[in-house]
């Protein structure tokens, strides 16, 4: 063989091989293998193929393992919507119209490859979260599970935070107040608008909060306990260490009303000895920057009173429906009692009650006034 006969089967097997290697490279480049290749990691739950495929509208989303995972769980629970997206990528490629559409994924050409071959790409279209429903005073904050970093504030006016792919995320939305911190989870489908909204209600996670009403019970203890104190210190409004000052200015006169009638006293019993509290009828509101609290309890009391003159105690026990008006004071950290209304009650009332809680004095002290000397 002549070189002229080789160089010439040389060039027409270079030609051959550039051929080969140029219809490779434009069955890999053609758009239809990259939608393939899509739906086969979604349905394979394939990350990191996704991550190759996937571009954001919005540069600042982050496309990792978190947001691309909630992007599969999303189309593998929501066939519709996954169908959806698969018709309008089809649609496409029958139309050669590879821009923006109106579906949350599109098909589209991001460049060319050794400036031959189109590169096609899917184009996600991002998502912002909005939380609202908290109050003015509250500081809010936002996770999502899965993120290597927190979302950031989109608007410094409104809580949104973005951008997010689309997809099924689960979001934390954590609420700081005056009463502290309280977190609200939600499972949410980030996906066919620009903006989703989460709604915290700080009201019902304070109202679900165990320490808070935990909190609020133990109040109405100690003003029960400061109640007999009460009734045995000469009706001494100082008594009441759980309540508010307007409370107390309420009883300021009571001091002097028991100066009259302690003459004819010579002795004065009062013991506390438990309470049965409607936890169904509890009751937390915020308004204005300040939280109240409604209770309603069966109290019991053990009480005697001895008069000058006579040997024997008449007895005074009782059982009343107590029902409570609190307020959080934000500079002490503490519920104070703001007033208290009593029904005289049998103790048959909690039987009608869909929750309730039992609240019992272990050794209960007697408290006692009596003529001559005062010990409590």
Do not use: C
Not at 16 to 44: E, M, R, T
Not at 92 to 115: H, P
Not at 316 to 323: G, H, I, T, V
Not at 368 to 373: E, F, L, R
């Amino acid at each position: 063989m002549s070189k002229k006969t080789m160089m010439i089967s040389g060039l027409a097997g270079l030609v051959l091989v550039l051929l080969i290697s140029f219809f490779i490279l434009q069955q890999n480049h053609k758009p239809d293998k990259v939608v393939q290749q899509f739906k086969d990691a979604v349905k394979q739950k394939d990350t990191e193929t996704l991550k190759e495929l996937i571009v954001p509208d919005n540069k600042k989303a982050a496309v990792e393992k978190g947001t691309l995972t909630a992007l599969i769980t999303y189309l593998n629970e929501n066939h519709n919507s996954f169908e959806v997206i698969k018709d309008g990528l089809d649609k496409q490629i029958k139309d050669k119209n590879f821009g923006t559409s109106n579906e949350q994924i599109s098909l589209i050409e991001t460049g060319k490859d050794m400036g031959i071959f189109p590169v096609y790409k899917l184009e996600a279209k991002t998502v912002n979260i909005k939380v609202s429903g908290q109050n003015e005073d509250d500081d809010i904050a936002l996770e999502v599970n899965g993120l290597k970093k927190s979302l950031s504030k989109t608007d410094e006016k409104e809580e949104k935070y973005g951008p997010l792919l689309p997809g099924q995320y689960e979001l934390e939305a954590s609420v700081k107040n005056q009463l502290g911190m309280f977190k609200h989870k939600e499972k949410a489908d980030v996906w066919g608008n620009k903006q989703v909204t989460v709604l915290v209600e700080p009201e019902k996670l304070v109202q679900e909060n165990k320490k808070i009403n935990e909190d609020i019970m133990n109040t109405t203890v100690k003003f029960n306990e400061n109640l007999s104190i009460f009734m045995t210190s000469g009706l001494n409004a100082k008594s009441f260490t759980h309540s508010t000052e307007q409370f107390k200015k309420d009883f300021a006169g009571s001091e002097d009303y028991f100066e009259l009638v302690k003459t004819g006293i010579d002795e004065i019993q009062s013991q506390y000895l438990s309470a049965v509290v409607n936890e169904s009828a509890m009751d937390i509101n915020y308004f204005d920057g300040q939280w109240t609290a409604e209770v309603e309890a069966v109290v019991d009391y053990n009480e005697k009173v001895k008069i000058k003159g006579t040997k024997k105690f008449e007895d005074a026990s009782y059982q009343a429906l107590r029902k409570y008006s609190l307020e959080y004071n934000k500079e002490k950290k503490k519920w104070l009692i703001q007033s208290i209304e009593d029904i005289m009650a049998d103790g048959t009332e909690p039987d009608y009650w869909d929750k309730k809680k039992e609240l019992k004095v272990s050794n209960p002290p007697v408290n006692t006034w009596n003529a001559k000397s005062t010990s409590i």
